[in-house]
């Protein structure tokens, strides 16, 4: 017999809350009781995956080994519960309808209609309960995107709710994330936006089994029982969410609530021992007690939405932590930077990071600052396109390339170091076709990579079409730089250093992908180890 649970997470009042952080921060308390959880984000629109997304809408799109391309949520996931998603973790609107239709157009529904309520229905269902079918998993979290109310999630919240009957008596939990906003000329918290939400909720025939209040100030027990009274929640299902300084501090807020018990005790599981969060909290502790600093810059053309770079942004706090160094990021929008003005906006950054990216526009900034960190000993990490962009500031300054270019931003480019990859050139269409998801990448062991990862072939994820021109490397190796990592099966190049600078790494890959608070990514720890030891040598 299956016996997994399910935990359904809901928003209410606003977006915005933390969702998705509730969930990851619950599946953490659950996991370190000796639980094995997965969490699953479901989103309202119809887009089939956020892979065609500009990062403005909805931040970073998050990639998984298995090459989904997700919602950034799946990054805490990971990041907290240090295990892999997948493509089944991430589920929107756009792809259940898809799956509907293709099933329709194959004549599977037998001739009758196809409607919102059972078969779309269903397929959110079945969604759901792929995560739990093989025993995988004790606990599955089903995050519901959105705010209850929207006419886009009403088929989810349906879905769950019929799910409830056929899950049977204490399998599934509803926990519904609302706001208790302060008014500062009354100085009092109010109740009635949660009370009106869960009454929204009920509408839909799903009571909130928990409540998990997001609120500037400590909620009162008067507060707290008027909550449970008027929203038909016991007073301890009444779950303050204080606002944090570090995400990475609401497991332990969470923990001092209650919530994992709360949500064991109604889902009637046992546990006997207290959640072992040693290794969080070592974390937690060398990350509040930095001994030194160091500021990297961010060059990227989206900074103006900090989401857009989330999981690099996460990636240098777990790197931080590890060397008991702040790292403050300084974000610099590519598309201000000139030869002219490089100098003064990144000169005195102890380390660069040239920020993934896709078309024309910043790209010049982005090889102004490759240019002013090559030959100023600045420590170096290009991602993705900033390794390409790292490729063509060599190819146009070293090797003496006039006009070289990647035929993304130039098809007409005498020197065409960056090229489209073979296998993209038949393909049209825009979603999930880019070259997506783990590969495998064979390091040359004489190597600043290769001192850093201590292994000769890694594996590491992708989302690009256009690579490293063969057809240039002998050329472009001859001046110097050395390519240090290649794919095993195709030779395409994924890592490139500069030897005579101190750390110069340029990675086609995305490391930031796969750092977490147990295993901050070694490249990260390497880059942010090397910024800090020069910066001590500048003072
Ligand atoms: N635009 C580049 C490509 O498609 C880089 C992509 C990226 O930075 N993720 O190859």
Redesign the pocket.
Known sequence: MNTTKYIFVTGGVSSSLGKGIIAASLAKLLQARGFTVTIQKLDPYINVDPGTLNPYEHGECYVTDDGAETDLDLGHYERFLNHPTSQANNVTTGRIYQSVIEKERRGEFLGKTVQVIPHITNEIKERIQHLGQDGRYDIVITEIGGTVGDIESLPYIEAVRQLKWELGRHNSLFIHLTLIPYLAAAGELKTKPTQHSVKTLMESGIQADVLVCRTEHELSDDLRTKLALFCNVEKEAVIQSIDAKTIYDVPNLMLDEGLDKIALKKLRLESSQEPNLTQWNEFLCRHKNLKGGVTIGLIGKYIELQDSYKSILESFIHAGAANEVSVEVVSIHSEHLTPENVADEVGALDGLLVA???GERGIEGKIAAVQYARTHDIPFLG???GM?MAVIEYARNVVGLKGANST?MDAKTPYPVIDLMEAQKSITDKGGT?RLGSWACKIVPDSIVGSIYQSEEIQERH????EFNDDYRTQIEDAGMRVTGVNPQTGLVEIVEVPEHPWFVGVQY?PEYKSTVANPHPLFVGFVAKAYALSKNKK
């Open positions: 993934p990216g896709f991602i993705c396109l390409q993304e880019m989302r690009h079409r256009y995305h």
